[in-house]
Nanobody, 127 residues
């Protein structure tokens, strides 16, 4: 059982930045896809950005040019750098792991493929 724990959320004004982290418990695999999803109030869960074990990235159009993803494999840690934040970026942010698979073009649209999830962390952007 893999455990994921997010940190780094909070409140920021529009145009500001936040960096989220997600620490994973130890696991062993040849391939994986780690992603960030978010869910606003009254909205469905939305895939934001993902990176796999080959460092292939997938990114939603809504955050292109503003959000970047990175990972430190030695520390089992995933990062999300969010710049130029907008009020519509407000929501609960979840890191998720699809163990044994690379990220594909559909990965961000299919949260059901991700077996492991963090508890989520709140990001609030005020105008």
């Amino acid at each position: 059982q893999v455990q994921l724990a997010e940190s780094g959320g909070g409140s920021v004004q529009a145009g500001g930045s936040l960096r989220l982290s997600c620490v994973a418990s130890e696991y062993s695999t040849d391939r994986d896809c780690l992603a960030w999803f978010r869910q606003g109030s009254g909205s469905e869960r939305e895939g934001v950005i993902a990176i796999d074990s080959d460092d292939e990235e997938r990114i939603a159009d809504s955050v292109k040019g503003r959000f970047t993803i990175s990972r430190d494999k030695a520390k089992n840690t995933l990062y999300l750098q969010m710049n130029n934040l907008k009020p519509e970026d407000t929501g609960m942010y979840y890191c998720a792991l699809d163990l044994g698979s690379y990220c594909y073009s559909w990965s961000l649209n299919r949260p059901q493929y991700f077996e492991y999830w963090g508890q989520g962390i709140q990001v609030t952007v005020s105008s």
